[in-house]
């Protein structure tokens, strides 16, 4: 089946140890979200690619980098965790040129410790 | 400034209790209107999409509705099952990302 992939599902890393988190999926969309979820919000768009095309979220911090190789896969890259960024992480992806919904990975639930 | 509002932020129902969680939204311009489900611990799992007011869609025991203010997610008999967190998004006009409300927390009691 046709789906967003998201690995590790739960991630543990210290205080300021960088850590990544993957994205990959089989559905050939041009659109690739990064979303933050912190426990009783909603989620909070991070980054989104419109094919290799990079959006930075105005309010994003630096501290928060991503990458798309190719189409399938997308990266997170969080250079120096502290404790306020241990949160559940979503990727999504989304066909452009269409009102079609947005499909979402399982998420990785990320813990600093 | 685009916004959606979710009522109430939690519900708590006696299994076969039908009810309706609200989705009240101001937005430039609408593109479509999300309603997705998700699980403790899980991505959001899409429901729904709504794209003009006056249109209604079905599922099992849900069945959402849309007018020019907010949208309707009405639960029909409700099971165990049913409990998550069922969650609104909008998608303005225009290069704009999908605009999400905080969700309201469904647990359905046997």
């Known amino acids: 089946d046709a789906m967003v992939i998201q690995n590790p599902r739960y991630q543990v890393t210290q205080f300021g140890k960088p850590v990544t988190l993957s994205c990959s999926q089989t559905?050939?969309?041009?659109?690739m979200y990064w979303y933050q979820q912190k426990s009783s919000q909603a989620p909070k768009l991070l980054f989104h690619?419109?094919?290799?095309?990079?959006?930075n979220e105005a309010d994003t911090p630096d501290n928060f980098q991503s990458r798309r190789p190719n189409t399938s896969f997308c990266f997170l890259d969080i250079r120096s965790p502290g404790l306020g960024d241990a949160a559940m992480y979503l990727c999504?992806?989304?066909?452009?040129?269409?009102?079609?919904?947005?499909?979402f990975g399982p998420g990785t639930r990320l813990t600093v410790l | 400034e685009d916004q959606v509002t979710q009522s109430p932020e939690a519900l708590r129902l006696q299994e076969g209790e039908s009810s309706s969680l609200n989705c009240s939204y101001t937005v430039s311009g609408l593109r479509g209107l999300f309603w997705y489900r998700q699980d403790p611990g899980k991505g959001p799992e899409f429901l729904f999409t709504l794209y003009s007011a006056g249109e209604e869609k079905e599922k099992e025991r849900l069945k959402a509705t849309l007018t020019k203010k907010e949208s309707f997610l009405h639960i029909t008999a409700p099971k165990p099952e049913d409990s998550a967190t069922y969650l609104c998004?909008?998608?303005?006009?225009?290069?704009?990302?999908?605009?999400f409300g905080k969700g309201t927390r469904l647990s359905v009691i046997a």
């Open positions: 998004a909008v998608h303005p006009s225009g290069n704009t990302p999908l605009v």
């Open positions: 690619y419109y094919d290799k095309d990079f959006n």
């Open positions: 999504a992806t989304r066909q452009p040129r269409s009102r079609n919904e947005q499909f």
């Open positions: 559905l050939n969309h041009n659109v």
